[in-house]
């Protein structure tokens, strides 16, 4: 049996339409990345991460937090042995709320600094977010 021509077989694939459009590209950020978190009041922006770190026995340990950039204090953080997602970074920011504020929303949006993972990008965590009076940011891309 003859081998297969890759280059061939695309060129008659592209000729005939049958292969799948590209991605469009995303436009990098208009936002400059200054490097600059810290502010200079409490409750003007509250930045979230998770780190994960081996213990002892051998399980990993997955921690997600929420700090102010002011003060630094730990606001609220959750805890697990298994990977976190949109639900957990809500349950942190819901708890960062009520630590602050109690039973009630901010009177002026506070910025949510956060990286690019999945789990910040969520289309629900950021409506979650301005629900509860957070205006979602993520690090521009350098």
């Known amino acids: 049996m003859p081998a297969i021509n890759a280059k061939r077989v695309y060129r008659i694939m592209r000729q005939n339409a049958l292969l799948l459009e590209r991605k469009p590209a995303v436009p990098p950020s208009k936002r400059a990345h200054t490097g600059r978190v810290a502010v200079k009041e409490s409750n003007q922006r509250w930045c979230s991460d998770g780190f994960e770190f081996c ?3 051998g399980e990993r340990l997955r921690v997600t937090f929420a700090l ?6 730990a606001l609220h953080w959750a805890v697990t042995t298994g990977g976190f997602n949109s639900e957990t970074v809500q349950d942190v920011m819901l708890g960062a ?7 009630d929303l901010p009177s002026s949006p506070v910025e949510w600094l956060t990286d690019n993972g999945s789990c910040y990008r969520a289309n629900e965590t950021r409506q979650f977010a301005r629900m509860l009076g957070l205006e979602p940011k993520n690090t521009a891309v350098r």
């Open 55 to 57: 213990c002892d026995n």
């Open 68 to 73: 102010d950039c002011c003060d630094r204090e």
């Open 97 to 103: 709320v009520e630590r602050r504020f109690g039973n």
